[in-house]
T-cell receptor
Framework: SAVISQKPSRDICQRGTSLTIQCQVD?????MFWYRQQPGQSLTLIAT?????????ESGFVIDKFPISRPNLTFSTLTVSNMSPEDSSIYLC??????????FGPGTRLTVL | GENVEQHPSTLSVQEGDSAVIKCTYS??????FPWYKQELGKGPQLIID?????GEKKDQRIAVTLNKTAKHFSLHITETQPEDSAVYFC??????????????FGKGTKLSVKP
């Protein structure tokens, strides 16, 4: 399985600001995913990020609010822009390994005041 | 699109007892069903998965069963221990051409194992 790290692990931010979350994998992977997990809720896919192409966003999520970069096969960033308290969530990145399974990072716990 | 229902939302058992969590899915094309365990403050951890060409899979105290006709799959944990306490998520996806489609998650089951 892949080893995934995320930075920051948690943050408290002010309304109207932006936060960039980093996801680093210990091996090269084609597909990376970003999820949101609202307090006490399940996981919702934000977008799929493949290296060398634009991210594919799920219904309800737009690039202006959640811009994603995927500069290489081991790294991706998700930015949460112009934050409001409703953006307070855990943000998780995951990767698809060679066996078609998804492994998750530890998450970034975001609180917006 | 796919919809995954998970029951129960909370489950409390005594240490040593068995725990069963059930999920149903709506898309008959789904062919991959993983289970994740999420401990407080951590990311989801894959604990077992099953593909549609198999009816049952077991890994020590954990087993998963799949009924394709009824479109439901279940997680069975035997001889539960306090460290099994966590939130468990089921998911479903359609694996095509060697790549996995989007995972659709159930709402989760909070399992509490009382010593």
């Amino acid at each position: 399985s892949a080893v995934i790290s995320q930075k920051p692990s948690r943050d408290i931010c002010q309304r109207g600001t932006s936060l960039t979350i980093q996801c680093q994998v210990d091996s090269q992977v084609t597909m990376m995913f970003w999820y949101r997990q609202q307090p006490g809720q399940s996981l919702t896919l934000i977008a799929t990020a493949n290296q060398g192409s634009e991210a594919t966003y799920e219904s309800g999520f737009v690039i202006d609010k959640f811009p994603i970069s995927r500069p290489n096969l081991t790294f991706s960033t998700l930015t949460v822009s112009n934050m409001s308290p409703e953006d307070s969530s855990i943000y998780l990145c995951s990767v698809e390994s060679g066996t078609d399974t998804q492994y998750f990072g530890p998450g970034t716990r975001l609180t917006v005041l | 699109g796919e919809n995954v229902e998970q029951h129960p939302s909370t489950l409390s058992v005594q240490e040593g007892d068995s725990a069963v969590i059930k999920c149903t899915y709506s898309d008959s094309a789904s062919n991959y069903f993983p289970w994740y365990k999420q401990e407080l403050g951590k990311g989801p951890q894959l604990i077992i998965d099953i593909r549609s060409n198999v009816g049952e899979k077991k890994d020590q105290r954990i087993a998963v069963t799949l009924n394709k006709t009824a479109k439901h799959f279940s997680l069975h944990i035997t001889e539960t221990q306090p460290e099994d306490s966590a939130v468990y998520f089921c998911a479903a996806s359609f694996n095509y051409g060697g790549s996995q489609g989007n995972l659709i998650f159930g709402k989760g089951t909070k399992l509490s194992v009382k010593p």
